[in-house]
């Protein structure tokens, strides 16, 4: 063999030894991640609004105790209703004058949460004989609602026979205790009386610690 030929096979030997040391494997080829899901956070749904129906006699009812409360369960964001035995302006003993949204006999017991009868010496003439507005009491009661009443109003709740065997109070007038006594009620002479679902108020001056006290009631 010549010298030439020799020198070009050593030649092709290297060239072909060199480029398997110098080449290097490709990449292996990576999956393509998927973009990352945006998780949307699930929102709670809307929580209704409290819902209280303020009843007052069409005459003689007392002001504060309509108002006091109404303002407290307003600034809780509760939804208020007034009503009464007709839809006509009602006459308060102070001189207010409210147009209430709803007759007594028209209320749906499913259309509230808490139903609040309000004092004055006007319940006594309007609301202490009504046979609607114990029915409503009593109907409400039944289906675990709060039922609450102020001044000469816890009459109405004797009446309508969810007082038996319960803690009660009522404006200190003997034919109001008499009353409530034969409702079956205990009478307790204090401003503010709790017992179970029922909240119960002495007087005016009791109406914002009454309104606080059925919030209470309200928040278990």
């Known amino acids: 063999m010549s010298r030439v030929v020799a020198v070009l096979m050593i ?23 998927s973009p990352t899901s945006v998780v949307t956070p699930v929102q709670p749904a809307p929580t209704q609004p409290i819902r209280i129906l303020m009843v007052i006699a069409p005459e003689g009812f007392r002001d504060d105790e309509l108002f006091v409360p109404k303002e407290i369960f307003e600034e809780h964001g509760a939804e208020v209703k007034i009503a009464s035995i007709t839809t006509k302006p009602a006459k308060g003993m102070l ?3 409210v147009e209430p949204d709803v007759m007594i006999s028209d ?3 499913e259309s509230f949460d808490v139903v609040v009868v309000i004092g004055g010496v006007g319940s006594k003439e309007y609301l202490w004989d009504d046979f609607t507005l114990r029915t409503l009491v009593k109907d409400a009661y039944d289906a675990g609602k709060v039922v609450a009443a102020i001044c000469l109003s816890p009459v109405v709740l004797a009446r309508a026979g969810v007082l038996e065997g319960k803690e009660a109070t009522v404006f200190p007038e003997p034919e109001a205790v008499e009353e409530l006594e034969r409702g079956g009620a205990i009478y307790a002479d204090e401003g503010i009386v709790v017992a179970d679902n029922i909240v119960t108020a002495r007087d005016p001056e009791s109406a914002e610690d009454f309104a606080l006290a059925i919030w209470a009631v309200l928040q278990g």
């Not at 092709?12 to 490709?26: F, H, K």
């Open 95 to 97: 001189g207010a004058v």
């Open 107 to 109: 209320v749906s017991v």
């Open 11 to 33: 030649t092709v030997a290297a060239t072909v030894l060199l480029g398997g040391c110098i080449e290097r494997p490709s990449a292996p080829t990576l999956p393509m991640a």
